[in-house]
């Protein structure tokens, strides 16, 4: 079935609508001439940004909505790699500024390290595409109010890659809490695993193949060492957050939105951390945990050992979500007593009929089609920016504490730390020259 004529109205409207938003020099063509559909056929064109690891997989999932136009990756291996597992024609950029400057893309995917995430989902907004942008969402607290502010000026639809929230034993989880299963909700446990040690590693010369200088971004400008590159990135404070951020942006929003307050957001921070003191090594904080106390006296425990997961504990009872299983005397009791499913709370911007289906893809699957029926639609996404923005503020807030090394008061509603001006300085970080963010 063609969504040719809602897509060319909801994209001229919202063209519109950035339009009257500050866009950034670099944005030479027209915003609402390249929103406009140009496709001949029912298909989306994808630009997509960041193709190692996580960014070639929600690209695959991508296209069975749409076809890969464009390709930008400061790796010209990895993005000629891409393009030939793309279909071969898509053209290569090393800068998604000039990607952005095509008039022939309908959404972005954004699947880059973290340090890069807030720049490219801003500058792909204001240029009139909707954007499926992967976990962590940010890099600090503030550039969360940042595309907050760009969404909501924008109108633009924006997923974020935390998929948990579309594979059916974490709804089920979050629904029985939600419906008082386990009766009063006292406490959640979180287990993320431990972070990754290593070092001193060897400073080398860049590879021809490789922007290094690009690729650092707003970071401080430091020599090559591949370990701070590719994967391994996360285990570098300069870049990402470790389990905190990584693993936190999953199990730490499950809690949350299993508490399902409004704003939910701690008030109190506790945590407790060694440092690694290995010069050109991994910085990540290790043997962790933290403590987050939240309005109506629950908590959340989070810690680095044990049965990765999440733990609700209730008045008259408990269950436990990982990527394996759901389970618990709720969960059993189901049998005998279902929940009624026009009563769920958590399909309210699914837009998909059918529910999950079991498999370790098939959540990211359904999570794209999420993000592509939204765009469709114009809806909110299961996985949207409000409750991703302050799911990876509470992972920042943790590793904020653990590195001033004191526990933290957290005002909600003004999103800044309770009479303590030296956290409120983490709440953003220096930017290099040339790479802010605004």
């Not at 890099?139 to 935390?162: C, H, M, P, W």
């Not at 650092?216 to 404070?237: K, L, N, S």
């Not at 592509?372 to 920042?396: A, G, K, L, W, Y």
Request: proline content about 5%; overall charge negative; some cysteine.
């Amino acid at each position: 079935m063609s969504h040719r004529t809602d897509r060319r109205s909801f994209l001229a409207t919202a063209a519109g609508v950035a339009a009257a938003t500050t866009v950034p020099y670099y944005f030479t063509a027209d915003a609402e001439a390249r929103a406009r559909a140009k496709s001949p056929n029912d298909r989306f064109r994808i630009g997509a940004i960041g193709l190692k690891y996580q960014g070639s997989v929600i690209t695959r999932k991508a296209v069975e909505h749409g076809d890969v136009v464009a390709i930008c990756d400061v790796d010209r291996d990895i993005a000629e790699q891409a393009r030939e597992e793309f279909g071969g024609k898509a053209d290569i950029y090393n800068d998604h500024r000039r990607m952005l400057d095509r008039d022939d893309i309908d959404v972005v995917m954004i699947g880059t390290p973290d340090h890069w995430h807030t720049a490219m989902l801003v500058d792909a907004c204001r240029s009139g595409r909707d954007v499926y942008c992967e976990k962590p969402l940010t890099l600090t607290i503030d550039e969360g109010k940042l595309i907050r502010q760009v969404v909501g000026e924008t109108g633009r639809v924006v997923q974020v890659g935390t998929w948990q929230r579309s594979d059916s034993r974490f709804r089920l989880a979050c629904e029985l809490v939600r419906q008082g299963r386990i009766g009063r909700l006292e406490s959640v446990d979180v287990v993320l695993g431990k972070n990754k040690t290593g070092g001193p590693f060897a400073v080398q010369d860049v590879p021809a193949n490789l922007d290094w200088e690009r690729w650092q971004g707003q970071t401080p400008a430091v020599p090559y060492i591949p370990e701070r590159c590719h994967y391994t990135f996360r285990w570098w404070y300069e870049y990402s957050g470790g389990q905190m951020t990584d693993w936190g942006a999953h199990h730490i929003d499950i809690a949350q939105w299993g508490i399902a307050a409004d704003p939910v957001a701690p008030i109190e921070v506790h945590t407790t951390a060694d440092f690694p003191n290995v010069a050109d090594g991994y910085n990540v904080a290790i043997n962790y945990s933290a403590e987050y106390k939240y309005p109506g006296d629950v908590t959340v425990s989070v810690k680095d050992h044990g049965r990765t997961g999440v733990m609700f504990n209730g008045s008259e009872g408990r269950l436990f979500v990982n990527r394996g299983t759901v389970s618990g005397k709720p969960v059993e009791d189901l049998a005998q007593d279902p929940l009624e499913r026009d009563h769920y709370t958590l399909y309210a911007h699914d837009n998909l009929d059918r529910p999950p289906r079991a498999g370790k893809l098939d959540a990211i699957i359904n999570h794209m089609g999420n993000f592509f029926d939204c765009v469709r639609n114009r809806e909110t996404p299961i996985s949207d920016v409000e409750s991703q923005h302050r799911s990876v503020s509470t992972c920042h807030m943790g590793n904020i504490s653990m590195r001033l090394g004191r526990s933290l008061r957290w005002d909600p509603e003004a999103e800044q730390f309770i009479g303590d001006d030296e956290a409120n300085r983490w709440l953003s970080r220096p930017q290099r020259a040339g790479y802010e963010i605004s």
